[in-house]
């Protein structure tokens, strides 16, 4: 209990000094994980859209592939993409590896399936809702994907945010290729396993409750810019 409490009053001490050091840290995990966010949403939801409105020969096993890839091991993701980014991989000549542009990379790659799965059930059960309305309108493959997204946007949100919560706690796949260098790919997950395996359990547990404390946040902020609870509606 001692360390806990510990850890509460340092990281209350290190937010309201607004403690420099924590400070870089907090904005490089924000920039790292929301830059993945809404690069795997561009990817994921006209996929999950495409996948409820269109039918063709493979698309279950495609779903199915979907569905199996929300459990890939983030450590295997970080493996993968370290050797692709390494000096013999493929794509060694682009220099990303130990960079944030190699992290998001790797954060991508963890959560569009994650994002896609879930926002395909939405998008199926709504999809149902709008299919002979929209067939009988004679509307593009376009415009049926557009018009599921904006219709079911309050959903797709919920979607996004399970993949940042995945996103910015996220820490395997993030050590290996981001490799935690001071100053520069070191985020609130990897110090805090940093801090952990130096012994400084409190401040390991004052940087937990700010990741906590930052996660909720965000969650907050953006149930309310997108004003999803109004007019009582939930």
């Known amino acids: 209990m001692a360390d806990i409490w510990l850890g509460l009053s340092q990281a209350f001490w290190l937010v309201i000094t607004f403690d420099a050091e924590l400070m870089e840290i907090t904005l490089r995990s924000l920039m790292v994980s929301l830059s993945a966010l809404v690069i795997a949403s561009a990817i994921a939801l006209p996929l999950a859209a495409l996948l409820a409105v269109r039918r063709f020969r493979w698309r279950r096993w495609v779903i199915a592939i979907l569905n199996a890839l929300m459990g890939l091991p983030p450590v295997v993701v970080g493996l993968i993409v370290y050797v692709v980014l390494s000096r013999s991989g493929p794509l060694g000549v682009l220099g990303l ?138």
């Open 97 to 234: 590896l130990f960079t944030p542009t190699a992290m998001v990379i790797a954060q991508v790659i963890i959560i569009v399936p994650l994002i896609a799965s879930v926002a395909h059930q939405a998008l199926r059960d709504l999809w149902s809702e709008y299919h002979d309305l929209l067939i009988s309108m004679h509307v593009t493959q376009g415009q049926k994907v557009a018009t599921l997204l904006w219709d079911a946007r309050r959903a797709l949100l919920t979607a996004s945010l399970a993949g940042f919560g995945r996103a910015i706690g996220e820490v395997g796949a993030i050590m290996i290729v981001g490799g935690n260098i001071d100053n520069v790919t070191r985020v609130l997950t990897t110090a805090i396993a940093l801090e952990t395996g130096k012994g400084e359990f409190a401040l390991a547990l004052g940087l937990g409750f700010v990741l906590i404390g930052l996660a909720i946040a965000v969650n907050l902020s953006i149930h309310a810019l997108s004003r999803t609870e109004v007019e009582a509606r939930w």
